[in-house]
């Protein structure tokens, strides 16, 4: 059992990204949307645990100007989206 | 696979409203079933008509009009919370003796009963959620 979790909170709201942390499970993804796209950013970034899983929708890093300062890895589009949510058993969304 | 997507928030706070429908697409155009679109809380803004939007920004609205004639898509209101929050159709305006109605076309107010029957016939159901 597998879960895809969403966070669209920026790192001003940093325990929701704690209980999000606590939750995730070995397999699951956390994937980055909306505001919390800003967690991408090196100085909030290295304070989260390095094994996680991490991806950020590229067009919401793209419309906060971010593309420039975070890894390319990191960035999927929609499609790949549908792709994350269909692999993992369960999505939970923190906002 | 079989969707249903959730939205808790307003179009004119949060930027939730605006992934979910371009999520909706995306679904849509992988080739996946959209069993329904719950909007829940301040999710019913999302089917008041009398937003009016800038010209040069999305109406959301009427985004979601057309992909419910486009694709079909049943788009279901939570009841309880749209007439706490003044989005009444014709039914409600009579029952509540209000004068107005705005609930847009292709909206329908029901029940949590829709939402519990859409997680039970759907593969994934995500929500798209806002604060405040």
Redesign the interface.
């Known amino acids: 059992m597998t879960t895809l979790h969403?966070l669209?909170?920026a790192p001003s709201n940093v325990n929701l990204m704690q209980s999000c942390v606590g939750s995730l499970q070995p397999d699951d993804t956390l994937l980055l949307?909306?505001?919390g796209v800003y967690w991408l950013l090196n100085t909030h970034r290295a304070k989260l645990p390095a094994a996680l899983k991490i991806k950020a929708l590229r067009?919401?890093a793209q419309a906060r100007g971010l593309t420039p300062l975070v890894s390319e890895v990191d960035l999927i589009e929609?499609?790949e989206?549908?792709?994350l949510?269909?692999l993992h058993n369960k999505?939970v969304?923190w906002? | 696979?079989i969707?249903t997507v959730v939205v808790?928030?307003s179009p004119c706070q949060n930027?939730?409203p605006e992934?979910a429908l371009?999520?909706c697409?995306?679904?849509l155009?992988?080739g996946?079933t959209l069993h329904r679109v719950f909007f829940y809380r301040d999710g019913v803004f999302n089917g008041n008509q009398l937003i009016s939007s800038p010209p040069d920004e999305l109406n959301i609205m009427r985004a979601w009009q057309e992909l419910a004639e486009e694709h079909s898509i049943d788009l279901v209101i939570c009841i309880a919370a749209a007439i706490r929050r003044g989005v009444l159709d014709a039914t409600e305006a009579t029952r509540y003796e209000r004068d107005q109605t705005n609930l847009a076309e292709k909206f329908n107010l029901s029940g949590l009963g829709q939402l519990v029957e859409a997680c039970i016939l759907s593969d994934?159901?995500?929500?798209?959620?806002?604060?405040g």
């Open positions: 969403t669209n909170q949307i909306e505001d067009l919401d929609m499609d989206f549908i792709n949510s269909v999505i969304s906002f | 696979m969707f808790h928030a930027a939730a992934s371009r999520y697409k995306a679904l155009s992988a996946h994934r159901v995500i929500t798209f959620g806002g604060q």
